[in-house]
């Protein structure tokens, strides 16, 4: 199960974390459960110096996750109809183009990270995404592709990976 608390907001802690894998994705919603699998299989490898954290909420929800972490690797899933699902994505917050005109009603990771930056907040200093290509995250109740499934054991291995560099890191 997820590691969302009553009101979504992580445990303070002192001083900056090293690395903070955040999962979003509904468990309820097929391809959208895969964030939710992704922390699961993740947590029994965490060491002190890496949070895994999952949650199902967005916008500015989502503000408390992007602080107090030097390096932020989000998990979420796309649907962009540019590839097959199950396609693997991996590319940094700057390299996504502002959306113009954007709503007031819909405020997303993005528009937190620049609002927490702008406020001089301590935002992640470095964010990685990776994205995953979805076949359907809008049927209740559906189960997870077997598309999305067979991207799991590439993306639990690159975040390991990650996550391994920064416990060397904050170690040695």
Sequence with gaps: MSNVTGDSHLPCAEGVTPLRVLCLGNELLGDD???????DRLRPFAS????????PESGLHLLDCVLGVRRLVVVDTVQTGNAPPGTIYQFRDSE?????????HY?????ALAL???????????????????GDCLT???EMSPQARTALPVLLS???????????????
């Design 116 to 134: 927490a930056r702008e406020l001089g907040l301590p935002a992640a200093e470095e964010v990685i995404i990776l994205a995953v290509e979805a």
């Design 48 to 55: 002190e110096d890496v949070d895994i954290f999952c949650t």
């Design 33 to 39: 459960a895969l964030g939710c699998v992704v922390a």
């Design 140 to 142: 209740v109740g559906a």
């Design 158 to 172: 690159m975040i390991r990976g990650m996550m391994l560099a920064a416990t060397a890191l904050s170690t040695g």
């Design 96 to 104: 996504l183009a502002s959306v113009p005109g954007g709503s007031p």
């Design 107 to 111: 405020v997303g990771l993005c528009e």
